[in-house]
């Protein structure tokens, strides 16, 4: 009876902590072991270290693009992100929130709070940005073309030429996720579309100009 009373003090001592659980992240932050108002502080410190100072770069085939933090102007709702960090692990009987809160101790374990509802940042601006260089990047695809000249005896074969372009839905989703997540630090890869052009049928020229030799007759 004594085992089972202390047993339930340890797990009712966890599931009654008053800091947000271990290994729980807001906008790439661990705020786990904290308090919400130091959880606020340490949020909005990184934000200003990264968001409002390091701008986010896409590193495409041929080119880079660079976004300016200041024309970005990311927001996110650091309380309410916060509140919700706090409140994992608060559902449930003693017994399963200090198992999870046990559980939680484990590295491996991340629980990353999903901000996304109040991350707010300039998108038409990033439309711009991404707009531009995919118009800069296309190229539009180009088929192989062939003209046999019977009496030139010549054929003339123009490449083809594969088409390049940019999935701009997708890379501002890339974007905003990397904003999501705080990650600014190294370059976003990021690659293009491509459409391979239909190559000449040489073959068929071949099949066409290149008869079986007969031997000259005189009639």
Known sequence: MLLGAGVYGVAAVQAHD?????NVYVAGVNV?????????????QALQDSYGTTPLTVQLPDRTIRFDPKLVNVSIDVETAVDAAWDYGRTGNVFSRAK?????????NEKHINAH???TLDEDYLKQVIAEAAADALVAREDSTSVVDAEEGTVTVKVGVTGVSL????????????????????PLLFGYTTEPFTPTDLD???AQLCTTMKDASYD
């Open 100 to 108: 999870l809160h046990r559980e939680a101790k484990n590295p491996d």
């Open 167 to 186: 999935d701009a839905d997708a890379l501002l989703e890339a974007v905003e996720a990397a904003y999501l997540g705080n990650d600014l630090s190294a």
């Open 117 to 119: 509802d109040s991350l």
């Open 18 to 22: 008053d800091n947000i659980f271990p």
């Open 32 to 44: 786990g072991g904290m308090s919400k108002d130091d959880a606020i502080a340490a949020v909005n």
């Open 204 to 206: 068929a020229i071949y």
